[in-house]
């Protein structure tokens, strides 16, 4: 069974910065994408980064210039650098994946437990 761990959130203080890791609990056959999505308190999850496998990236307007999305395959993980951080970034911070675990296996979709990332004015 594939599990997607999270570590790195927190509390910060405006304009501090915080690093986010998630990585896949078991050996995978391959990863097509990963993104990191974030949801507030009374508000829809919303997709915040996103990276596919051949590296190319795109991101929520909200965070652009700020946050930076990446990837280490040989480690199935995915990073998110958090820069200049505020207080509109406090949210809940989940990461997804869409992987295959062995080659004759489905594509499936798999999420983390989420994190909790906290900016004070």
């Known amino acids: 069974q594939v599990q997607l761990v999270e570590s790195g959130g927190g509390l910060v203080q405006a304009g501090g910065s915080l690093r986010l890791s998630c990585a896949a609990s078991?050996?995978?056959?391959?990863?097509?994408?990963m993104r990191w999505y974030r949801q507030a308190p009374g508000q829809q999850r919303e997709l915040v980064a996103a990276?596919?496998?051949?590296?190319?990236?795109n991101y929520a307007d909200s965070v652009k210039g700020r946050f930076t999305i990446s990837r280490d395959n040989a480690k199935n993980t995915v990073y998110l650098q958090m820069n200049n951080l505020k207080p509109e970034d406090t949210a809940v911070y989940y990461c997804?994946?869409?992987?295959?675990?062995?080659?004759?296996?489905?594509?499936?979709?798999?999420w983390g437990q989420g994190t909790q990332v906290t900016v004070s004015s």
């Open positions: 997804n994946m869409q992987l295959k675990v062995k080659f004759w296996t489905a594509q499936g979709d798999y």
């Open positions: 078991a050996s995978i056959f391959s990863i097509t994408a």
């Open positions: 990276i596919k496998s051949g590296g190319s990236t």
